[in-house]
């Protein structure tokens, strides 16, 4: 018998925890929590611990396939590996034939380990590489360009020093991310103080010092409030706000008719109340974090909610601040040698993005992309034809609004592969599924991961596929011998590593020790440096953005009341929770029987109102579209607001235990793909309303 633990990096959700897999005679037993990395210490989320039964489930992509039938009709065959290279070389040889490589659309999962695809895609001349970040993050990103002049992942939140932590559309201790969700309680173990935001009572709630139950969408007059009571009773940080912030006379004028007692009215939270969270966030500063969560992400207002965040973390001075929204730094900050990318193989695409990032909408940058704007050339032809898409680990069908539309966009491409390692709705309709191996059994290329202290990444294969698949280099790698682009055929993963270290100063058996390698001690990161200097225009955070002026943009947007919705509405609010999550895992055998379906969340006075019972299956309506669900009646829910966690509703016969079950959120939203944050560019998933009725 011969065991081993081996250190990898989990791949159930996009946060990618560091993990420790015991491997006993070739075959993974049981999964840890990397135990060596602080804020770890051995925790694994249901999730994570669904990875092995991941590994052991049948109904999964096992072998290349290509389509037979018509697209969704369900109708493969196997084929070679070679053969699956072959054809997918060909067909994009084909789409790009006329217009070139920007006629190809790579929409991808994102994260660490995604550099050797960028470069696949940057190799063959496309400026399209896109990624399911977009969808949550876009607002988000743009509000912090707006106001840094860099965006949100150069801040990260400092939660285990922290004495005050408002979380705002953030369930961070049940939509896991498990560094973080230790470290914020060890936090308040400490004497840290929780305040909650949100349309519904959570499991973050539940240990909070100060749960608020917001009206859904009124997230924007409550933080103009807030700033509006630090400028007026002076409770901002004087020195920082001299040294670092521009137009504060213009934020002021902003937030003065935005009082706590007009905010009071718009979001049924109390004025007193609003007016006592801001003199605890003022007596906790610099060591507070208003923390920029995922779900406030998904209003029409979002950028200018995101704007309000960062402005309330500046005025308090927490931004660089230990215990505040510290600065993360890339190894090259503290005299290391960062990763050599691979994409730097090849020159820059200077062509045009389809999704009118840098052209269309100037202020906007690439990274994520604006996703659903992508998706929409291939039906609008503009700026010109999209002829082929690859989807790795992304979904666009089970994740953007409106599926049907967004299938009759995916029906006008000439070719539509996807690289996978679970069915999607997307798959299903594919021409050619190159089935990705599940994370346990596959290596990456390494991760940079820049932070407080940044650090290299590895994740390492535990266990042999169990079927024919892949690892993603494997799949790229071959894909590239056959179209020729000789600097990314690789033949093993070691020599992908030891290219990427070249001149770190790191070795690959570096990571033995404890899966990555970690840089800097102690880190200077308590307050800005006297050196620093924002890359705005004026050198400051800018409360009004030049940049985003000069495009036709607000960046300081007057406040307008949300209109009352009709008797008997509701507005549909989404989220994730800790056993699923989206459609990847919604069949996994382990998180099934935990979750087999989504549930309805609704107030059960609401309820009483339209003679529904706890339990029962209800029909929900948007107009076009109508789905049933079981559902919850609860006092922890605003009135105005339903609740499901999306994912669910699927419709595909291979997968035995999902199908049928439960209601796909994205269905409802009819029209979706049309709105969206007009200055942040990213779509509005909650602001939809539907009607709910007992069923048939």
Request: aromatic share 8%.
């Amino acid at each position: 018998m011969t065991n081993q633990t081996v250190f990898s990096v989990c791949g159930m959700c996009p946060v990618r925890c560091p993990i420790e897999v015991e491997v006993e005679n070739g075959q993974c037993r049981f999964i840890h929590g990397n135990r060596q990395i602080p804020g770890i210490r051995g925790a694994l989320c249901t999730r994570g611990a669904a990875g092995i039964p991941f590994v052991r489930d049948d109904e999964r992509p096992q072998f290349p396939m290509l389509r037979i039938g018509e697209r969704g009709e369900g109708k493969w065959r196997r084929i070679s590996w070679e053969d699956a290279y072959g054809y997918a070389a060909d067909h994009l040889k084909a789409a790009c034939s006329i217009e070139g490589g920007k006629s190809l659309l790579w929409s991808d999962a994102g994260g660490p380990f995604s550099d050797l695809r960028q470069a696949f895609v940057r190799g063959l001349g496309s400026p399209n590489f896109l990624t399911e970040d977009a969808l949550h993050a876009v607002n988000r990103n743009h509000a912090a360009l707006s106001l840094f002049r860099f965006t949100d992942n150069r801040l990260v939140p400092d939660l285990k020093k922290a004495r005050h932590v408002v979380l705002q559309a953030r369930n961070l201790l049940d939509s896991v991310h498990v560094q973080q969700a230790n470290d914020l309680l060890d936090s308040l173990e400490n004497g840290c103080k929780l305040t909650v935001i949100d349309v519904r009572s959570t499991v973050t709630s539940g240990k909070a010092d100060r749960f608020f139950m917001i009206r859904p969408g009124s997230d924007y007059a409550l933080n103009l409030a807030i700033i509006h009571v630090l400028l007026k009773e002076k409770l901002y940080d004087p020195a920082f706000a001299k040294t670092w912030i521009a137009d504060i006379d213009e934020l002021d004028k902003l937030t003065q008719p935005v009082s706590p007692e007009l905010a009071e009215k718009e979001t049924g939270i109390r004025a007193a109340d609003i007016t006592a969270l801001a003199h605890d966030l003022a007596k906790a500063a610099p060591h507070a974090i208003w923390h920029p969560g995922c779900e406030s992400s998904r209003y029409v207002d979002s950028f200018h909610v995101f704007r309000s965040i960062f402005i309330i973390n500046s005025l308090l001075g927490s931004i660089g601040a230990s215990g505040g929204l510290s600065l993360a730094m890339k190894p090259e900050d503290i005299g290391q040698v960062g990763l050599k990318r691979l994409s730097d193989l090849f020159p820059a695409v200077t062509e045009k993005r389809a999704d009118g990032v840098g052209w269309k909408y100037p202020a906007f940058i690439g990274g994520p992309g604006l996703y659903h704007e992508a998706f929409r050339a291939i039906q609008t032809r503009d700026p010109y034809p999209i002829k082929a898409c690859v989807t790795y680990q992304s979904d666009p069908l089970g994740e953007l609004p409106d599926p049907t539309v967004v299938k009759s966009w995916l029906d006008r491409l000439d070719f539509l592969a996807c690289i996978t390692d679970a069915w999607s709705e997307t798959a299903w309709q594919a021409d050619l599924i190159l089935p990705l191996s599940p994370y346990l059994e596959r290596e990456s290329v390494l991760g940079q991961i820049n932070g407080i202290h940044p650090s290299f990444l590895i994740r390492q294969r535990c266990t042999a596929p169990r079927f024919d698949t892949r690892s993603d280099w494997e799949i790229v790698s071959g894909l590239s011998k056959k179209l020729g682009m000789d600097a990314l055929a690789f033949d093993t993963v070691d020599a992908i590593w030891a290219w990427q270290l070249t001149d770190t100063g790191v070795r690959v058996q570096d990571f033995d020790r404890k899966g990555l390698v970690e840089f800097g001690g102690k880190l200077p990161h308590d307050g800005l440096p006297g050196d620093f200097r924002f890359t705005t225009e004026s050198g400051k955070i800018e409360m009004v953005s030049t940049n985003w002026q000069r495009q036709g943009l607000e960046s300081l947007k007057t406040y307008t009341p949300k209109p009352r919705l009709p008797s008997g509405f509701f507005r549909l609010t989404v989220g994730g929770c800790g056993l699923q999550s989206g459609g990847r895992t919604i069949n996994n055998p382990l998180l099934y029987s935990r979750m087999p379906e989504n549930i309805l969340w609704m107030n059960r006075v609401r309820a009483a109102e339209l003679s529904i019972e706890n339990g029962t299956i209800v029909t929900v309506s948007s107009g076009a579209f109508s789905g049933s669900i079981r559902i919850r009646l609860t006092e922890f829910i605003h009135p105005e607001a339903i609740f499901m966690v999306p994912g669910f509703g699927r419709t595909l016969p291979v997968e035995s235990r999902a199908m049928g079950k439960g209601l796909a959120a994205n269905r409802l939203m009819i029209g979706g793909l049309d709105i969206r944050d007009p200055d942040g560019g990213g779509l509005a998933f909650q602001e939809h309303v539907v009607t709910v009725a007992k069923a048939g």
